[in-house]
């Protein structure tokens, strides 16, 4: 070994050090050499430096400092050192360098150096026997070398190498700058690993970042609006983007015809959508429908190498080289397929195929969620329709039938006026006997035109009050000569009832009418019919009692049903079969309810209830009944401005609140403490206090602040409205919806932060209804548990003990009476609480079964998902009010 | 006193033969006819003082013939009185809003009939003679 270490150059710096020449020139030689690190720290620092700016730069320096005829970086690549910036090479070695990687190895000094990690030198290379690179040497012709090894995280990457083709040996100087350099050099390389590392990840971070949004963009636009063109076209957009492709589409499977149909595309031509629409695709003929049917991600990197379907080639004629087709799946079946393109050939990466997967799974919940919502769209429309064919019809048969009428009813009495002349007895009684017929008739007609009004929604209330004795009076005048006419007693104490009734007179004497009517007619001769009214806590109660005939157990159910009278029909024929039906549903229309007693043979009392809240002038006073005598919860709105607070309070009776209007802030106060609502709905500007003081003022009282606080204002002043604690804050003019929405949205809030379990169990013979109801659940943090039938469901909610059961009425097997029944029955799931979701426009006879036995009933037609998941949400937390109440 | 003229436009034979003879019978001097351009000849002509009008007839219905009554000045100021089998509210809204002076719904009651009908003819009507 000649080879020369660094330590072994100390004695030789002792001498030089005495010399002033030597100093001078060594203190030149220390300059040079900073100003050469300067230069590549500078390099270093700017970030935009590619290592090999950097290793010019140090070579550059190395050979000039170090006085060698040549400066090399070779950088380590497996077993070999690569060359990959030199000074001083001649053309010929360089080409020959480049070509010629030098072997890891003792035989040469780059392999010592990368071996031992430090320094080595060879003084004279031909005087060393292990050198063994006799090519280089000869072509280079170099004698003296040193080298310094470049170090990146422990490992030698690299030598930093110089020689002189004199034998000459380096100094322990030269050495300490040469390794310096080295270091340096290693620095750069670092430099620019971590920085193009830290490129990549950024890159990758940027990435998911996008495709984050992506997805989160795309899942917004599938629970946010229920337009399926908008949803499906944001899908298709952002798979396309993001996947780095040019176009794609969105194909919607039909399960009937086993076709496939593209339902929305993105990048693609207007002449090539018309065509795709056209084209056939079928699930077992086609590429997409294998690629589907298979349930993962198949694509086809480059068309013009495989055999095409009529679909395929479509694409390839349009000039599209490759493409992915992803499959649109729900767990139990297939919903169509996302198919994205290029018109370039290549295969999609894993990572895009994962993408295009999770996009996916977003898809099919948009898809299955347009499709249902298309069909209750349809449904709505039918019943919508329906609706107003059966308003049409029967306007046009109460016209038809009352223009014979007029003549019937008319010439019977010109006949009975006598008006032309005497009628003998049996003439009179005959014609006595046409005329009441007619008049039955008309009775009917105008029977059925009411109760088509009131199950339209269309019969208004002209809501008045009235002395109640002097109402009861006139009722009982007009059925008064017909009692005694059947020797029926009317009795009635005035005493005790109420002095005032607020409710629609006309309506209200209807209904009386036709009950004490009723009773009078049921009573056989020497009986007596005796009518009660009285207030009772939130209530006026009115009964009519009679000593007739009785109503059956069986029939009390159904006798408010249309055409029922139960057995009491046998013995009379008179009524139209509607009377009570619509009497009902006038009482019902206040908001009151009905009942009967009866026992057979004994007689009959018929009861009903009208809420005193109606006609309570001063509602401040009737706070204190809380518990509203019909069910709905109450939202308190303080408004100043009457039509302002009536098309608020218009908006939420129709969402089955019951609106509660103060003008000032002071009242408002008062109703909030007295009702404990469950929302306040809050305008800004009110006379006195206004409405910001309010709202501190419900958040500053620790038993209101909970109350949601929704601000309805011309002031658009948010940041301060929820600085102080509102739950929303909307900008007037304000629509229905944004009003439902908000209150909503706030009573949700405050039965979320309740923390409340949520999961329901499902029942429903559609799965389209029960995917509904998924994907409106599940997004909300709900676990839902789906079954298709009541049997099943029985095991399942035994097992499961969810917070809450939704279900259908109607189904094959088990119904949904059945189901409530049985759950009431049991006393594991009695307390469970019980929401119907239905189809089924619910009779009489259907209420007076699910009365008190279930939560809430949500109608299928008219469904506003939000409103049910915020309901649910509130039954689930046990924020319901504890009644149960089957609305109307 | 002259009697109380009244054009009665109705379609239906029987209701027509209703109203006259129960008209008559009070004491008005009665004109019918059966369509409504047949009652502007009638109004133009007779000059009534009261048009009793139903609704629904065959070709203009009472409402055209009411505006081509209200549009001739000779028949403008002439109280016209809907007849109609329509039942609903709304109907008799419609009525009264497009310048009806009355609105008596079928059946109508015979005993009352010919004091609506004079009340209106005479002016002092009250607008929702309903029966």
Known sequence: ?888 | MTPLSVLLVEDNPRNLKLARDVLEHAGFAVTAVTTGEEALTAARVGMPDVILMDLQLPGIDGHAALSRLRADPVTAGIPVIALSAFAMQADRERALVSGFDGYLMKPISVRDFPDQVRDHALGGGTRDGAP
Request: aromatic share 4%.
């Open chain 1, 1 to 888: 070994m000649t080879e020369r270490d660094d330590e072994r150059s100390t004695p030789g710096r002792a001498v030089e050090a005495d010399d002033p020449v030597w100093l001078a020139a060594r203190l030149a030689e220390a300059q040079k050499q900073l100003a050469a690190t300067r230069e590549i720290l500078s390099l270093l620092a700017t970030a935009s430096t590619s290592e090999d700016d950097v290793f010019d730069a140090v070579v550059e320096n190395a050979r000039r400092i170090c006085r060698a005829q040549v400066a090399q970086i070779h950088l380590a690549d497996g077993e070999h050192f690569k060359v990959v910036s030199a000074s001083g090479y001649t053309a010929h070695y360089a080409a020959f360098a480049t070509r010629n990687p030098v072997p890891l190895n003792r035989g040469t000094l780059m392999g010592r150096i990368a071996l031992d990690r430090r320094t080595h030198q060879i003084d004279d290379v031909l005087a060393d026997p292990d050198y063994n690179l006799p090519e280089f040497q000869r072509l280079g012709g170099y004698r003296s070398l040193i080298g310094a090894p470049m170090v990146v995280d422990d490992e030698v990457v690299g030598v930093l190498m110089v020689w002189r083709t004199t034998v000459e040996p380096f100094n322990e100087h030269t050495a300490d700058v040469l390794t310096t350099f080295a270091e340096q050099a290693a620095l750069a390389l670092r430099n620019v690993e971590l920085s193009s590392a830290l490129q990549a990840r950024s890159a990758e971070l940027a990435r998911k970042v996008d495709e984050m949004e992506a997805l989160a963009e795309v899942g917004q636009a599938v629970s946010s609006t229920l337009d399926p063109d908008e949803v499906l076209t944001t899908i298709v957009e952002h798979a396309v983007e993001l996947s780095g492709a040019d176009g794609g589409s969105l194909m919607e499977y039909d399960e009937e015809s086993l076709l496939f149909r593209v339902r929305t595309t993105y990048g693609t031509s207007d002449a090539v959508r018309a065509r795709l629409k056209t084209v056939r695709v079928h699930v077992d003929e086609s590429f997409v429908g294998r690629a589907a049917t298979s349930g993962t991600p198949v694509q086809v990197p480059d068309l013009s190498q495989v055999d095409l379907d009529p679909h395929l080639r479509l694409l390839s004629d349009a000039g599209w080289r490759s493409l992915v087709v992803i499959p649109l799946v729900r767990p139990d079946r297939i919903v169509g397929a996302l198919v994205v393109r290029r018109l370039t050939p290549g295969a999609f990466s894993d990572e895009v195929c994962d993408l295009l997967t999770a996009f996916a799974s977003q898809s099919a919940i948009a898809l299955t969620n347009a499709r249902l919502y298309q069909q209750l769209e349809l449904q709505r429309r039918e019943l919508a329709t329906t609706s107003q064919h059966k308003s049409d019809f029967l306007a046009s048969m109460s016209h038809e039938l009352r223009t014979p009428l007029n003549a019937v009813i008319g010439f019977s009495e010109v006949l009975l006026e006598r008006m032309f002349g005497e009628l003998n007895d049996r003439q009179a009684d005959y014609v006595q006997d046409i005329l009441d017929a007619g008049r039955h008739l008309l009775a009917l007609l105008n029977d059925v035109l009411d109760l088509s009004k009131v199950e339209a929604g269309r019969m208004e209330l002209e809501v008045t009050t009235f002395p109640a004795v002097d109402a009861i009076h006139a009722v009982l005048a007009l059925v008064r000569e017909r009692a005694g006419q059947h020797g029926v007693e009317l009795r009635f104490d005035p005493a005790e009832a109420p002095t005032h009734i607020t409710a629609d007179e006309l309506r209200i004497k209807q209904v009386l009418l036709n009950v004490v009517g009723n009773a009078v007619k049921f009573t056989p001769e020497g009986g007596s019919v005796t009518l009660r009214a009285w207030t009772e806590g939130p209530e006026v109660l009115i009964t009519v009692s009679d000593t007739g005939i009785g109503v059956a157990e069986a029939d009390r159910s159904r006798i408010f049903d249309s055409f029922q009278q139960g057995t009491r029909s046998a013995s009379s024929s008179e009524g139209t079969g509607l009377g009570l039906t619509l009497t009902r549903r006038i009482v019902e229309l206040h908001g009151g309810r009905m009942w009967l007693d009866s026992e057979l043979g004994v007689g009959s009392t018929f009861g009903l209830a009208l809420p005193r809240q109606l006609q309570e002038h001063h509602p401040v006073e009737s706070w204190s009944d809380p518990a509203a005598p019909d069910g709905r919860r109450s939202v308190v709105v303080i408004e100043d401005d009457p039509s302002s607070a009536e098309l608020v309070g218009v908006h939420l009776t129709a969402a089955g609140l019951r609106p509660v209007t103060v003008r000032t802030g002071e009242e408002g106060l008062a109703a909030i403490r007295a009702l404990r609502p469950t929302a306040v709905v809050l305008d800004i500007h009110l006379p006195g206090m206004d409405g910001w003081d309010v709202l501190s003022a419900i958040k500053a009282d620790p038993q209101l602040a909970s109350t949601p606080v929704v601000v309805v204002s011309v002031l658009p002043e948010r940041g301060r409205g929820f600085a102080l604690g509102a739950a929303d804050y909307l900008v007037k003019p304000v629509s229905k919806e944004g009003l439902l929405g908000a209150v909503w949205r706030a009573v949700a809030e405050r039965v979320d932060r309740s923390g409340a379990r949520r999961d329901v169990v499902v029942i429903d013979d559609d799965p389209a209804a029960l995917e509904l109801v998924r994907a409106t659940l599940e997004p909300r943090g709900w676990t839902v548990t789906t079954c298709t039938g009541g049997a099943e469901a029985l095991s399942v909610i035994r097992s499961v003990n969810p917070s809450i059961v939704l279900v259908d009425l109607l189904m094959p097997d088990v119904d949904g009476f059945e189901v409530v029944d049985t759950l009431r029955a049991d006393p594991r799931t009695a307390a469970t609480p019980v929401v119907v979701l239905t189809a089924k426009s619910l009779t009489a006879r259907d209420r007076q079964r699910l009365q008190g036995r279930i939560e809430f009933v949500a109608s299928k037609g008219e469904l506003d998902l939000s409103w049910l998941a915020a309901r649910l949400t509130e039954v689930a937390a046990g924020g319901g009010d504890g009644r149960r109440e089957v609305e109307p």
